[in-house]
């Protein structure tokens, strides 16, 4: 099974996708190996954060996978795969390579058995119409496609209670507030994601 | 900076994405912005709901057949013509599933078009799609040409068409310039080739299917000589020549698959370069066969200027190609390429 983590660029996937694994923890991330006999690179969290987090949009173009237990302590048993993916640009992006990784991570938004919709808390959607019409997009897809929530990112900085408030009522759906930084209600996502994936199971 | 940008619409009037696939495809490309995308995946899931049983049971090695199809640049005939097809086939299936009449008659075809636009490729994807269909139980593609069928002795012809015929059966007979068969006059052993063409496509009717390729103008006049295979050719698809646009976006789909780049300025220069020549000489303008050499040459240049220049090199540099790689008129190598047209 896939979750999926989607979204703007610079709303702060990849790093929620890498402190979530360490909060659940995982000491090496890397890749989801497709030949277990090939070696391929993986990461503790803090190397991770520098190779894929940067305050520059569309940075990531190979994003993470990784394999995460959620069964406290166990390393055995049923896996979930985690996804980043490159973040939706408003326009077009006149990089060939950024418009190849977006396909790409659309596919696998096509393919997720699970959709982490990553937003963030604290843009102000009337500043940026735009931005506003690609989450609004990606959501109404989104929860056509698969289980999913909103996760509203950055949730510790002031006034993020009142644009979340706001996100409940224009998207209709679940927004769990989150902050990648501070680890603020990683408990929330863990748990959506372990009722999603008990449910989903046959 | 001039030259078309990323988000111009190049290949004429906004068309709609036919698949959910297209539209990342499109996206790649640049021809989609993303919010768009997101719409039209949106509307797709409407139209196809992802759960539940659908109006018609899917069919993933034709579907898959049918997606590199529509993944080819231009074609559009050609496409329209195998999208009628499937559409018959699945029909008479559907038909003899409720025990009414099918009419299920033979499907050789005739593929008239220059050199370079694509008929084998078509004729191999077609191979895929029959079987998937339950046409062909093969459904592999066995190429021939004259030499293949003809022999060097009286007897010896039907021997080798035959044979060529057995290997065929159960996927498509693919015949590339198939009017030369019927060039050497009466006394040619190509007459005999076309005889035991003829009998085999009676015979073993619904074991495989003929495609008769070639030049358009040659191919009518095969046909025409030859009403015996005339008659029992049931589809014609006609391939046109790619305009300098489709060429280019060959090349683009070409450089992808090979997991390079090319440039803004490459692929404006690509595109005068080709409107310029398509202007001085027709006959191989419209040849794709041309682009791929192209950039397989570009290919190799783009390793020579590299190694040139020295390492350590950056993954953006690995992967661009230049036009400086790409022009046709620089370089010396060039000559032995004959331009791209089989001689």
Same mark, same amino acid.
Request: with cysteine.
């Given at each position: 099974m896939e979750a999926v983590f989607v979204g703007r660029p610079n709303v702060g996937k990849?790093?929620?996708?890498?402190?979530?694994?360490?909060?659940?923890?995982?000491?090496?991330?890397?890749?989801?190996?497709?030949?277990?006999?090939?070696?391929?690179?993986?990461?503790?969290?803090?190397?991770?954060?520098?190779?894929?987090?940067?305050?520059?949009?569309?940075?990531?173009?190979?994003? &993470?996978?990784?394999?995460?237990?959620?069964?406290?302590?166990?390393h055995s048993g049923p896996t979930l795969v985690l996804r980043d993916t490159p973040g939706i640009p408003t326009g077009t992006v006149a990089e060939a390579a950024v418009r190849q990784a977006v396909a790409a991570g659309l596919g696998h938004l096509?393919?997720?058995?699970?959709?982490?919709?990553?937003?963030?808390?604290?843009?102000?959607?009337?500043?940026?119409?735009?931005?506003?019409?690609?989450?609004?997009?990606?959501?109404?897809?989104?929860?056509? &496609?698969?289980?999913?929530?909103?996760?509203?990112?950055?949730?510790?900085?002031?006034?993020?209670?009142?644009?979340?408030?706001?996100?409940?009522?224009? &998207?209709?759906?679940?927004?769990?507030?989150?902050?990648?930084?501070?680890?603020?209600?990683?408990?929330?996502?863990?748990?959506? &994601?372990?009722e999603q994936f008990q449910a989903a199971r046959p | 900076m001039s030259g078309p940008r990323p988000g111009d619409r190049r290949d004429g009037p906004s068309q709609r994405p036919a698949s959910a696939r297209e539209v990342l495809f499109w996206v790649e490309e640049g021809r989609l912005q993303p919010v768009e995308a997101l719409t039209h995946l949106r509307r797709m899931q409407a139209v196809h709901p992802a759960v539940g049983p659908g109006p018609r049971p899917s069919n993933p090695s034709a579907d898959q057949a049918m997606d590199e199809l529509e993944r080819l640049v231009g074609l559009e005939p050609v496409k329209a013509v195998v999208r009628e097809l499937r559409a018959f086939v699945e029909i008479q299936r559907r038909r003899q599933e409720v025990g009414l009449k099918t009419d299920l008659h033979t499907l050789h075809m005739v593929f008239s078009g220059s050199p370079g636009t694509g008929k084998t490729t078509v004729a191999r994807i077609l191979a895929r799609l029959l079987q998937g269909l339950g046409v062909l139980p093969r459904g592999h593609l066995v190429e021939a040409e004259r030499a293949d069928l003809v022999g060097e002795y009286i007897g010896h012809t039907a021997q080798k068409t035959r044979e060529l015929i057995r290997r065929a059966l159960g996927g498509v007979l693919f015949i590339d310039e198939a009017y030369s068969l019927a060039r050497g006059g009466d006394k040619d052993f190509g007459r005999e080739a076309i005889d035991a063409l003829v009998k085999a496509m009676e015979d073993y009717r619904d074991?495989?299917?003929?495609?008769? $390729?070639?030049?358009?103008?040659?191919?009518?006049?095969?046909? $025409?000589?030859?009403?015996?295979?005339?008659?029992?050719?049931?589809?014609?698809?006609?391939?046109?020549?790619?305009?300098p646009a489709e060429l280019v976006a060959i090349a683009r789909q070409m450089v992808r698959d090979r997991q390079y780049l090319l440039t803004r300025e490459a692929e404006a220069e690509l595109a005068r370069y080709l409107e310029r020549r398509g202007e001085q000489s027709r006959g191989w303008a419209g040849n794709g066969r041309f682009v791929r050499n192209l950039v397989e040459r570009a290919i190799r240049r783009q390793a020579v200027r590299l190694a040139q220049h020295g390492g350590p090199y950056s993954r953006e540099q690995l992967m661009t190609l230049t036009w400086s790689d790409l022009d046709p008129e620089g370089g010396g190598e060039w000559r032995r390429y004959s331009w791209g047209v089989p001689t």
């Open positions: 990849s790093l929620l996708l890498i402190n979530f694994c360490e909060y659940l923890g995982i000491r090496r991330l890397g890749p989801v190996d497709p030949h277990p006999k090939e070696r391929m690179p993986t990461w503790t969290p803090a190397e991770a954060r520098r190779r894929f987090v940067s305050a520059f949009p569309n940075r990531v173009l190979e994003p &993470l996978a990784v394999a995460v237990s959620l069964v406290p302590g166990g096509l393919g997720a058995s699970l959709i982490l919709h990553v937003v963030d808390a604290t843009a102000d959607p009337e500043t940026d119409p735009q931005a506003q019409a690609v989450d609004a997009a990606l959501w109404a897809l989104a929860r056509h &496609l698969a289980p999913s929530v909103v996760v509203a990112n950055k949730a510790e900085t002031e006034g993020a209670v009142v644009a979340i408030r706001r996100l409940r009522e224009q &998207l209709g759906g679940p927004v769990l507030p989150v902050s990648a930084v501070t680890r603020l209600g990683f408990r929330d996502l863990k748990r959506w &994601l372990w | 074991q495989f299917v003929l495609v008769l $390729a070639g030049y358009p103008t040659e191919m009518e006049w095969f046909l $025409a000589t030859n009403p015996g295979l005339g008659s029992r050719v049931a589809l014609h698809l006609v391939f046109p020549d790619y305009s």
